[in-house]
């Protein structure tokens, strides 16, 4: 009889089962099973973590300042999965007085926006240090845990102050442990300048920003006291002082209230859309309001007549009103009707800005301005108010575009003035006159440079001096996205406005809010910016330098 050499095989035909699963056992035993995410030692269980950091400012006033989420996904077994520590690193300590990691018992869900209020268990809290390692037990539920990483400033600090800081290492039961690839972000800090509710106002809106000779800063915005409804409400125009470069601010006060004017309530003479500009020659502070009389409470005035130019009781004939001061803004004039002045009887709603306006360098004052043209099935014009006489009397140009909406101004280097307008193509409008707004001219960026998602926005001109170069800037503020009011963020331009190159942008808040803004210089080297969150409003103050600094290297 002959062999075959396979009868030599120590390994019958009917073990090969048995053969494969030794194999797979040695392999087990040499090759660590891994989750599939880099960063881990050890244990299954723990399918993903992702560390993400947020673009947000640390507001000092408040209690969670949601600065990074951390994601894990865990497949639990009959043994429980628990995180237990978060080790966090911190460039500069000093300006952090608590750091907290939050979690359940809200897990599997993001607790933000309209969930604000809701309270989170804190994982772990610590005074800040450079080198944190906070503690906790929490068990991970199947699926996604959610946590957040939240920094609360110091008292007092500085707000032009930067703090980086990262997540370096996730320890957890088991043995488990992630260390995430390198996410250092640093935050700025922000003022809330306005909370929602605050002196029994609902929703503080629509802010202004100027600064006087002597420095003084002042906001001005709506207090809409019953909701956040546009008028006709009851509506005054709100004004917030400093005197210290936006570190602290005087108590609220209100500047105009057209209070029961023709028997009505307050809810039928709402006065509201602000817009601020500082006479640069005599130092005297305006403020331009919308004023509406009438029965249409609770529709927003662009879906009512308001042809005319007396108030009408019926809510026809809104009006444009004007207050001002002339010591520094310590006490305000009574309301100063310029509609006559300014206004086509056939007009319906007509407005300035609403924002801020500008000095020309021939100390002409300016507003940008808007009106609905009925001939024209309503579309909306941008056009300019103007004053050759500190104020005396008012001027309106001719229409800058049709279909252009809530606009800013300003003066270029060659003494033509460039209205930037809100619209509906997805991107400003933008046109220019060298004659006060006889004539104008659609610029090259126009409906193409600047986008947005149909949002009132900010755009200021200021000189700028570092190291031997004098720079004359635009800084352009909004909402930097197509289709939301997030991200909101400063754009400079180096070339009046023809570019507006990505490496002079900075992205100062991605939470979505109601997304109107106003900037000014507050000194030579200083930006100030107020925007709006949802029902409140936010004061940063910003080094130009943080924004053009690419353009000195």
């Known amino acids: 009889m002959v062999r075959h050499s396979s009868d030599n095989n120590p390994w019958p035909r009917a073990g090969k089962w048995f053969r494969l699963k030794l194999i797979r056992l040695f392999l087990m035993i040499i090759i660590p099973v891994t989750s599939g995410v880099t960063g881990f030692a050890a244990p299954s269980g723990i399918d ?20 990074f989420t951390i994601t894990v996904y865990a497949s639990p077994g009959e043994e429980k999965i628990f995180l ?19 979690g359940k018992p809200f897990a599997n869900k993001s607790i933000e926006g309209d969930n604000a209020s809701l309270q989170y268990t804190t994982f772990g809290s610590s005074l800040a240090s450079a080198d944190l390692a906070l503690e906790g037990n929490l068990p991970l539920v199947k699926g996604e845990n959610i946590f957040h990483v939240s920094l609360l ?27 995430p690839e390198k996410n250092p972000a640093t935050f700025r800090m922000a003022a809330v300048l306005r909370s929602a509710g605050q002196d029994n106002v609902h929703t503080c809106r629509i802010p202004g920003l100027a600064v006087t000779r002597k420095g003084t800063i002042f906001a001005v915005y709506d207090n809409r006291y019953n909701n956040d409804r546009d008028l006709q409400d009851d509506i005054d125009i709100g004004m ?17 209230d057209m209070e029961n004017y023709g028997g009505l309530p307050g809810s039928r003479n709402g006065a509201g859309d602000p817009a601020i500009l500082v006479d640069e020659q005599t130092n005297t502070i305006w403020v331009a309001a ?36 002339e010591d520094d803004g310590l006490t305000w004039s009574l309301p100063i009707n310029i509609t006559k002045q300014t206004k086509n009887p056939e007009w319906g709603r007509f407005l300035q800005g609403p ?39 008012w001027q309106t140009a001719k229409s800058a575009v049709e279909n252009g909406g809530e ?64 720079l004359d800037v635009l800084f352009f503020s909004n909402p930097d996205h197509s289709a939301k009011r997030c991200d909101m963020t400063i754009k400079a331009s180096l070339d009046q406005g023809n ?21 000014a210089m507050l000194d030579d080297n200083t930006l100030g910016i107020v925007y709006e969150g949802v029902r409140e409003l936010f004061f940063q103050k910003i080094d130009v330098m943080d924004i053009i600094g690419s353009s000195q290297k």
């Open 48 to 67: 993903s973590v992702t560390v993400r950091a947020h673009r947000i400012p640390l507001l000092t006033s408040g209690t969670n300042n949601l600065a």
């Open 153 to 179: 400033p110091a008292t007092q600090v500085d707000l032009l102050s930067k703090v980086t800081v990262e997540v370096i290492q996730l320890t957890g039961s088991n043995g488990w442990q992630y260390t």
């Open 355 to 393: 924002g801020c306006g500008i000095t020309m360098k021939d100390g002409t004052l300016v507003f940008p301005a808007q009106y609905l043209d009925p001939k024209k099935n309503d579309l909306s014009s941008s056009t300019l108010i103007y004053s050759k006489d500190h104020g005396k009397s």
């Open 84 to 102: 237990r520590n978060v080790q966090i690193k911190i460039d500069k300590p000093e300006l952090l007085r608590m750091v907290k990691v939050l």
């Open 240 to 256: 917030s002082r400093s005197t210290d470069g936006g570190q602290t601010w005087e108590p609220m006060r209100v500047i105009l």
């Open 407 to 470: 606009a800013q101004v300003v003066e270029l280097s060659d003494g033509s003035l460039m209205l930037n307008m809100r619209s509906n193509k997805k991107a400003r409008l933008v046109a220019v006159t060298r004659d006060l707004g006889t004539t104008w001219t659609t610029h090259p960026t126009s409906a193409v440079a600047l986008r947005e998602s149909g949002c009132q926005a900010s755009l200021i001109q200021s000189t700028v001096t570092t190291g031997n170069k004098t």
């Open 290 to 325: 919308l004023w509406i009389h009438g029965n249409y409470a609770g529709i927003q005035n662009n879906r009512f007549p308001q042809q005319g130019l007396e108030p009408m009781p019926d809510g026809r004939g809104s009006q444009l009103i004007l207050v001002k001061s």
């Open 499 to 519: 570019t507006w190159p990505e490496r002079f942008q900075l992205k100062l808040n991605e939470n979505t809010g109601y997304g109107y803004s106003c900037m």
